[in-house]
């Protein structure tokens, strides 16, 4: 029933009714602004996209066919066609554009990522070669920022042995990585 009062509605402004097209617009107008704000993003767009559909229906409400499908759908695809051609209108701000340019990629590139997981397993199998407390002692010292007094009281060892593991242990793991 409602369709085919749309149609009747559209038949009538067809033949210039504006008493017809006020009836159209109050009955179809939120559907339509709601198909126009999903594809524009916001209301004040989406309402002058609405106003610009309502002028393409009052110009073509002859070229509708009932023959040819309902009411809703015809007015439907005017407003989604307008609203994408309004999207597609809009021209990106070029300052934005180039700025983007400018960004630099600070993430390292596929060579420098190969070349660091490289070094990082020939630094694993070096710290394999080192006794299993002077190893923790390194990774405590340079991977966790321990300081040698939290390492010599964590291993339980006077502070200058602590710093004798370390340098001892670093001395190692470089000419195992010059091997």
């Not at 499908?69 to 005017?78: E, K, N, Q, S, V």
């Not at 700025?99 to 190969?114: N, R, V, W």
């Amino acid at each position: 029933m409602a369709n085919e009062e749309t149609e009747a509605l559209i038949g009538r402004v067809a033949m210039r009714d504006q008493k017809a097209f006020a009836a159209l617009y109050r009955r179809t107008s939120p559907k339509l602004l709601g198909v126009c704000l999903r594809i524009v993003g916001n209301k004040t767009d989406a309402e002058e996209v609405l106003q610009e559909v309502y002028i393409k229906v009052w110009q073509r409400a002859e070229q509708f066919a009932v023959a040819e499908g309902p009411a809703m759908p015809w007015l439907t695809a005017i407003a989604r066609n307008r609203a994408i051609d309004f999207v597609r209108a809009r021209k990106p701000v070029a300052d934005e554009i180039d700025s983007a340019y400018d960004l630099a990629d600070l993430e390292p590139g596929p060579e420098e990522q190969a070349i660091v997981k490289g070094e990082g397993r020939r630094i694993d199998r070096c710290m394999e070669e080192l006794e299993a407390d002077r190893a923790r002692a390194v990774r405590s010292a340079y991977v966790e920022g321990l300081s040698y007094q939290e390492l010599a009281d964590q291993h339980a060892v006077p502070l200058n042995t602590m710093r004798t593991w370390l340098r001892r242990s670093l001395i190692r793991l470089r000419e195992c990585m010059d091997r």
